[in-house]
């Protein structure tokens, strides 16, 4: 008994240790948020600041255009997300319960996309998008996410291949076609790993800072991203700027992961597991 | 499913309605000007241009906000055939550019244009190459010598004469340095600083009249007396610890230590001034041992391909001219002008915290410095192999052999030695 509870503290000191280590770069960016630029790189460091300086936030938003950076960030985000949300489980759906010819091949040619980085493709995409017309909108930013994305079709396949093929069955002896099955049976199923691809997907596309810098340059269309770069300029950082414009631009993420957290690591952990 | 239509109908809708263009009037030329952020006041410079301009308007692209993030941009859309009229460069990857034949031949123009009375000449002809100008500068940065005034009073310290040609010597400067540093641990105060960066340790090459690149460029990192000058610094880094290492100046910038009154004297760009300005100490400026420092220059290319090269030199034109040299100043962005008349009219609010004799030091530094030797392939040695390698002696991990041994190797293969 002893033992165990031995055992046990020993998780639970190396779980905090785990967690003030995740926990103390937010805590220190909060921190230098409320400093001013004096106390920012002070000895010995002050993580509390006293008193806080909240004129930082203010001064951050009012620098920058950080309202229309917001609604232009997440209007790129929700809008690639939801598409792309859709697509891929539709394409996982057709994979996981759909026979068809050549299905495991296109499947593994699917996932072979994974292992080209972006950057190669960067400049081919960036002419064809430049043939369209696209660039300098938003089109390139959110148009690709509506074909779906490798690694979600992959979870999404994983997790639908999960559920009983007898659901299927019976709906499509009810008189279901396959989008019905997909929209009515395999959707609201599945909802533990569309949350988690959504949350991953909208904080990809939150966070991208290389496909708006390349493809955007009005600066009414700026992105969160963009506008957090205007603080670290190329011979100085404004730190206690950028650190409260970036605990702004945090907020939708962080709230979306409250709201979704017990979802996503069942999501991912049960996509994980082979069908 | 009727639901489920409907969003994806209303998601095409939204799609649509952002790409319709505006509805064109009267169509003025526009030059597209990709500039870094932050750093530029071009902003500024674009709205003032374009409310003077009918004719003529600066479509202003500052989404990148570092000389990495311009270059990625603006090699993405010459592969792309979009480039924009023009761009702003640091000298790095200027070389590159002008080589592949992607600028604009501006030496006529120039010449014609840029009078010698009203321009800093010397600094336009760094950027010559076999003889042409390909750029102009938007903004010339000499490293010098800042001091805690108040530390050097208190270790009875005497600041060298303000004189380039008068000033300390490499030996001096590490005596003053080591008479300057005290404390232990986290309580270390350093007395002097220079970044262990080859790039800015060639002040310390150039009055000894060495460089890193011989005779068609042939890479000088074997020679003896360059690694001894190494070596000497390399000692006050790791065994003197007079200057701190680059895993210090990592978590604690030197103009912060500098403020903090935890580091005595510095060898920085004049880029730093700014940030230097907002301490409250009372600092003063010297020249660099030696008295020859190290030029950087900050460039304006024209693209070749331009559709409208007359717009595109009005545009250039105006950029080094005396109203946005006055908005460069009045923003405080960027170092001095090479238009003399603003810089002479904006020298009260040019380097604050200075007296006129320190701020003439730093306009003297303009007659007293070298430029980089940089060649075609400069970024891409600066990137993979120059800045690692400083990197790496820096923190102590190679010995100034190991390091300068890899160097020349990898500059003898780059350039074909």
Redesign the interface.
């Known amino acids: 008994m002893r033992k165990q509870y031995l055992s046990h503290g020993l998780i639970h000191l190396a779980l905090l240790v785990v967690a003030v280590t995740t926990l103390f770069p937010f805590v220190w960016m909060l921190s230098t948020s409320l400093k001013d630029?004096?106390l920012?790189?002070?000895?010995?460091p002050k993580l509390i600041p006293n008193p806080p300086t909240w004129v930082n936030y203010m001064d951050a938003w009012q620098e920058t255009a950080m309202t229309r950076a917001m609604l232009n960030s997440m209007f790129i985000a929700i809008?690639a997300t939801?598409?792309n949300v859709?697509i891929s489980s539709m394409v996982a759906y057709s994979f996981a319960k759909i026979d068809f010819r050549a299905k495991n091949a296109l499947f593994l040619l699917i996932l072979a996309t994974i292992m080209v980085p972006y950057q190669v493709t960067?400049?081919p995409l960036?002419?064809v998008f430049?043939q369209f017309g696209?660039?300098n909108?938003?089109?390139p930013l959110?148009?690709p996410a509506l074909f779906g994305t490798a690694s979600n079709v992959f979870l999404m396949r994983q997790y639908i291949m999960r559920i009983p093929d007898a659901y299927r069955d019976s709906a499509y002896i009810d008189g279901c076609g396959h989008?019905?099955i997909w929209?009515r049976i395999i959707m609201p199923m599945s909802i533990p790993m569309i949350v988690s691809i959504a949350v991953l997907m909208f904080m990809g596309k939150w966070n991208d800072f290389?496909g708006?810098?390349?493809y955007?340059?009005?600066?009414a269309k700026?992105t969160v991203p963009?506008v957090l770069?205007?603080?670290?300029?190329?011979?100085?950082t404004k730190w206690n700027m950028l650190m409260a414009a970036s605990c702004i631009a945090l907020a939708p993420v962080i709230i979306l992961y409250m709201f979704s957290q017990k979802y996503i690591i069942g999501g991912i952990m049960l996509g994980g597991v082979k069908g | 499913?009727k639901r489920?239509l409907s969003?994806?109908l209303s998601?095409a809708l939204?799609?649509t309605l952002?790409?319709i263009p505006a509805s064109a009037g009267d169509s003025p030329t526009i030059v597209?000007l990709l500039a870094?952020?932050?750093?530029g006041g071009h902003?500024t410079i674009a709205k003032t241009f374009n409310e003077t301009h009918s004719d003529i308007q600066i479509?202003?692209?500052?989404?990148?906000?570092?000389?990495e993030?311009a270059s990625?941009?603006l090699?993405?859309?010459i592969?792309?055939?979009?480039p924009p009229d023009i761009t702003t460069v640091?000298t790095s990857y200027y070389p590159q550019f002008a080589a592949q034949g992607l600028l604009l031949d501006i030496t006529d123009f120039t010449e014609a244009n840029l009078p010698e009375d009203e321009y800093y000449w010397s600094v336009i002809d760094g950027l010559r190459r076999d003889g042409r100008l390909y750029g102009l500068p938007i903004s010339v940065y000499t490293l010098v010598n800042y001091y805690n005034k108040d530390m050097f009073a208190a270790a009875g310290v005497e600041p060298p004469s303000l004189d380039w040609k008068n000033t300390w010597t490499m030996e001096q400067w590490h005596d003053s340095g080591l008479k300057l540093s005290s404390g232990e641990g986290?309580n270390r105060i350093y007395g002097a600083f220079i970044e262990y960066q080859l790039e800015r340790t060639a002040t310390f090459l150039f009055p000894e009249g060495l460089d890193y690149w011989g005779e068609d460029l042939k890479p000088q990192f074997d020679d003896p007396s360059i690694r001894e000058i190494h070596e000497y610094l390399y000692k006050m880094v790791h065994d003197e610890k007079i200057i701190p290492d680059s895993a210090t100046t990592k978590t604690?910038?030197v103009t912060?230590?500098f403020?903090?009154g935890?580091l005595a004297q510095m060898i920085v760009?004049t880029?730093?001034h700014?940030?230097i300005a907002?301490?409250?100490i009372q600092y003063g400026v010297t020249p660099t041992p030696g008295g020859v420092s190290v030029g950087y220059v900050d460039v304006y290319i024209p693209v070749a391909s331009t559709p409208h090269v007359e717009a595109t030199l009005e545009v250039l034109k105006y950029l080094v001219g005396e109203e946005a040299s006055t908005i460069k100043y009045q923003e405080y962005t960027w170092g001095p002008q090479i238009n003399k008349a603003a810089t002479q009219k904006n020298i009260d609010i040019m380097f604050a915290g200075l007296t006129p004799d320190e701020k003439q030091c730093i306009f003297d530094s303009l007659d007293n410095c070298k430029p980089l030797t940089v060649f075609d392939k400069w970024a891409e040695f600066l990137s993979a192999s120059l800045l690692p390698a400083s990197e790496m002696m820096s923190i102590g991990e190679y010995t100034v052999d190991e390091g300068f041994d890899q160097l020349q190797e990898e500059a003898n293969d780059l350039l074909g030695y």
């Open positions: 630029t004096a920012v790189f002070s000895y010995p809008t939801a598409g859709v960067l400049i960036f002419v430049k696209w660039i909108t938003y089109y959110i148009v989008i019905g929209w290389l708006p810098m390349l955007l340059s009005s600066p700026m963009l770069r205007k603080f670290q300029t190329q011979y100085s | 499913m489920m969003l994806l998601l939204i799609l952002a790409a597209k870094i952020s932050g750093n902003d479509e202003l692209d500052n989404t990148a906000s570092s000389w993030d990625t941009k090699i993405t859309l592969a792309a055939n979009m640091s986290l604690t910038s912060q230590m403020a903090d935890k760009g880029w730093s700014p940030d907002l301490s409250d």
